[in-house]
């Protein structure tokens, strides 16, 4: 008789074990499903929305334009998932901000810290809107001072 060498019995063995015990010796199998967050991304024309959300989502910058309306992306990272809503900033779509606020887990206010003094006070009266609206008051958010690489620039503070 041949002597069965160990790693054959081992491989008999996996053959024969329910798939949830080869899974747990091998360490194979479907990785645990990352959570997702839902959040809003909002802020006037040419502050930067679609360009942090391709940048982070590895697009290229090339061809970038203005989002009429709204835009979804996915937005992966190791441990999480955001599904990320970008509203339009332009004046006749800002009105209808309000009606996908819904369902969001946190808001992302970008403003363009190089803006003139009069884009700055609209960008600052929505920012407030958004912090009152019932749906929204309660979530975190981040408001990015983009665009910090031009020379007209304001600072954190100024802003």
Do not use: M
Request: aromatic share 10%; glycine share 6%.
């Amino acid at each position: 008789k041949k002597k069965v060498t160990s790693s054959f019995c081992f491989c008999f063995y996996l053959f024969y074990l329910p798939w949830q015990c080869f899974r747990a010796l091998c360490c194979k199998g479907p990785p645990p499903p990352r959570p997702e967050y839902d959040l809003v991304c909002i802020g006037l024309t040419g502050s930067g929305k679609t360009s942090l959300l391709s940048q982070l989502c590895s697009e290229s910058p090339e061809n970038i334009v203005s989002t009429t309306g709204f835009s979804i992306k996915a937005v992966p990272f190791q441990n999480a998932i955001l599904n990320v809503k970008e509203l339009g900033g332009a004046d006749n779509i800002r009105k209808y901000w309000s009606r996908y606020y819904q369902g969001s887990q946190g808001v992302i206010f970008v403003l363009d810290s190089a803006s003139s003094e009069d884009d700055l006070e609209t960008a600052r009266n929505e920012l407030h809107s958004a912090l009152q609206h019932p749906q929204l008051c309660t979530l975190p958010f981040l408001i990015l001072a983009n665009h910090q690489d031009k020379p007209a620039a304001r600072s954190v503070q100024e802003v």
